[in-house]
């Protein structure tokens, strides 16, 4: 956790284009969620892809500074490196706040499912790096629902996730790396129950 939190504000730049937005890529999400929630069969309850567009609907034009992002930073995309002591790869750029670039830390499997854990890598990246915890929550559930239909993890959901999906009832293929912990453990709500 530590190498993010050095890394991101590394990344923080002013940005625009030729740099897609988050609030272009978030809308895309939100036209897509319900068309791939029924491609998929279903996988989950319809509150869940409901909630995930709503909270896009809310966040996506009331963003604060627009700086670089980094859509898909997770343990696996940070190399350590001679040039700088690490660096990050396989970078899916886009300009938005500072927020949303949370969402594929939080969401991580590679430091760990357990709730605790989740809420742990909330609670500390967004007061350590002094950001609004509400909205980068909002944009960590955004991005894992969005991103859950096509996951090329679900085997790993089925493996580490077990328990999870045991009491949840959601299905595998609408993991996308944390989605019973967003979601059917954490009851969407109210916000600061995770």
């Not at 897609?20 to 068309?35: N, V």
């Not at 559930?141 to 859950?148: E, I």
Request: hydrophobic share 40%; glycine share 8%.
């Amino acid at each position: 956790m530590a190498v993010m939190m050095g890394i991101l504000p590394r990344l923080w730049k002013p940005a625009a284009a030729p740099f897609r937005s988050l609030t272009t890529e978030a809308k895309d999400w939100a036209a897509s969620l319900l068309p791939d929630w029924e491609v998929a069969g279903k996988p989950c309850e319809r509150r869940l892809i409901d909630a995930a567009a709503g909270l896009i609907s809310e966040l996506a034009d009331t963003q604060g500074d627009q700086v670089l992002v980094h859509q898909d930073l997770h343990g696996n995309n940070t190399i350590s490196a001679e040039r700088q002591p690490w660096l990050v790869i396989d970078p899916k750029p886009l300009t938005g706040e500072r927020e949303y670039s949370l969402a594929p830390i939080i969401r991580s499997f590679e430091f760990g499912h357990s709730r605790a854990e989740v809420v742990g890598r909330l609670d500390r990246l967004s007061d350590e790096l002094g950001l609004d915890r509400e909205r980068a929550r909002g944009w960590a559930v955004a991005q894992t629902v969005a991103w859950s239909f096509e996951s090329d993890y679900a085997h790993r959901s089925l493996r580490d996730g077990a328990l999870a999906f045991g009491r949840s009832g959601v299905s595998p293929r609408c993991y996308g790396g944390a989605i019973p912990f967003y979601a059917t453990r954490c009851r969407l709500g109210p916000r600061r129950s995770w």
